[in-house]
């Protein structure tokens, strides 16, 4: 057994169901220290964090990622213990196993691997881990990014380990993610007796002109890495349950997912010029989720290309396609962060597995692009 499988494996088995690290973290802790990494632990509202770092001079690269899963779903439809990795046809299969364990585990390995072979490397190595990925995000890498800021702490490069293969391992890198912008919208009207509409003002009526326009608008055409800005309503809510009541305010939950040609402020402005335009009373609140960010072709995107050619022998995609990841709370203080892991399919699913192959695949991979990075040989 391989000591990125073992070291899945034992993660696996731990029940970290978001928010909870359930002594994952501990255990990476403990193979860490004795290589010369100094760990700074930050427990934020019951979600565990870890900083971890080797060495302090420049480049400093990072590892990045998540030790907390989503819940299993029923029980009854996996064909073994979500918690009980458990290999079958050439797979390992455990809630996290892809989403994201493995990468956890790869990275850590390859770190160990390469401190080994390069005890006196150029710049650091870091590692930075949460339990609050799959939950809310609000206490897990944005409290240690805020720390890292209060520190003038830059990263030069940071490796996301999320999975990002699509079809075959090594066939995707992720090298920016779209922006995240939410609304809460209230439109108001008056609300009347369903029969008497000249004595009421019926605000899904009112709003219906707006919503039009919104939908229908080009917000920007994208560039050459991300799709064009996307509007979408996820949720509209109005009425007092009865059918002969005109409703006295509206609901609309909407959101925008942005590239770099679009800013939050920008997409704010111009949807509220639209619903003045129309005339209507509405409150709204603003969630910026994240912002869009891209690492154009550089070193990183380079090492890890060539670490994967090396590896598997095929050439992977550039992509920016995705929800967000925490890379969106690391922009601000790194300018190039790429994410590179094991096949995506089963994330999230019953049954989750991962190609065991893959997981060997996975270290070499972040091996070679620490020596590329960080190796003076």
Same mark, same amino acid.
């Given at each position: ?64 990622? /998540? ?29 996290? !196993?892809? @989403? ?17 072979? /390069? ?15 799959? %939950? ?13 800021? +209060? ?9 996301? %380990? ?19 912008? +939410? ?99 509405? @409150?709204? $609140? ?12 550089? @070193? ?18 550039? $992509?920016?396609?995705?929800?967000? +990841? ?8 790194? @300018? ?8 995506? !399919? ?29 190796? +003076?040989?």
């Amino acid at each position: 057994m391989s000591n990125t499988l073992a070291l899945a494996r034992e993660l696996i088995s731990r029940r970290s169901i978001t928010p909870d690290d359930a002594g994952c973290q501990q255990v990476i802790i403990a193979r860490l220290k004795p290589l010369g990494f100094v760990c700074e632990e930050f427990d934020c509202n019951g979600v565990t964090n870890l900083w971890a770092r080797r060495g302090t001079a420049k480049p400093l690269l990072c590892f990045a990622g /998540h030790t907390d899963v989503v819940p299993t779903g029923p029980l009854d439809k996996w064909h073994t213990d979500p918690f009980l990795p458990t290999e079958r046809d050439g797979k390992l299969f455990g809630r996290g !196993a892809a @989403d994201m364990k493995t990468g956890v585990a790869a990275f850590v390995t390859a770190a160990e691997a390469f401190v080994k072979a /390069h005890p006196d490397h150029t710049g650091s190595v870091a590692l930075l881990i949460t339990s609050d990925e799959e %939950g809310q995000a609000i206490n897990g890498t944005v409290r240690v990014v805020d720390w890292l800021k +209060s520190q003038n702490e830059r990263i030069d490069y940071t490796i996301v %380990g999320e999975p990002s293969s699509t079809a075959q391992f090594g066939d995707t890198i992720r090298n920016g993610r779209r922006g995240s912008l +939410s609304a809460r919208l209230i439109v108001k009207g008056v609300q009347g007796h369903i029969a008497y509409p000249h004595l009421a003002q019926n605000p899904i009526h009112l709003f219906a002109p707006a919503l039009a326009e919104l939908s229908t608008t080009v917000w920007d055409e994208g560039n050459a890495y991300f799709p064009a800005t996307s509007f979408q309503v996820s949720n509209i809510n109005g009425g007092t349950g009865a059918f002969n009541v005109i409703p006295g305010t509206i609901e609309i939950y909407f959101n925008f997912r942005f590239c770099t040609a679009s800013t939050a402020l920008d997409l704010q402005s111009r949807t509220e010029d639209i619903l003045r335009k129309h005339g209507l009373a509405f @409150d709204v $609140s603003w969630t910026l989720g994240g912002k869009p960010f891209l690492t154009r072709r550089g @070193d990183l995107v380079d090492a890890l290309s060539k670490s994967v050619e090396k590896v598997v022998g095929l050439t992977p995609q550039l $992509s920016t396609s995705g929800g967000t +990841s925490d890379g969106r709370f690391i922009a601000d203080i790194c @300018d190039q962060i790429a994410e590179f892991g094991p096949i995506n !399919a089963t994330i999230h699913k019953i049954d989750e597995c991962v190609q065991i192959a893959d997981m060997d695949r996975l270290h070499d991979v972040y091996f070679h692009t620490l020596q590329i990075l960080l190796s +003076s040989d």
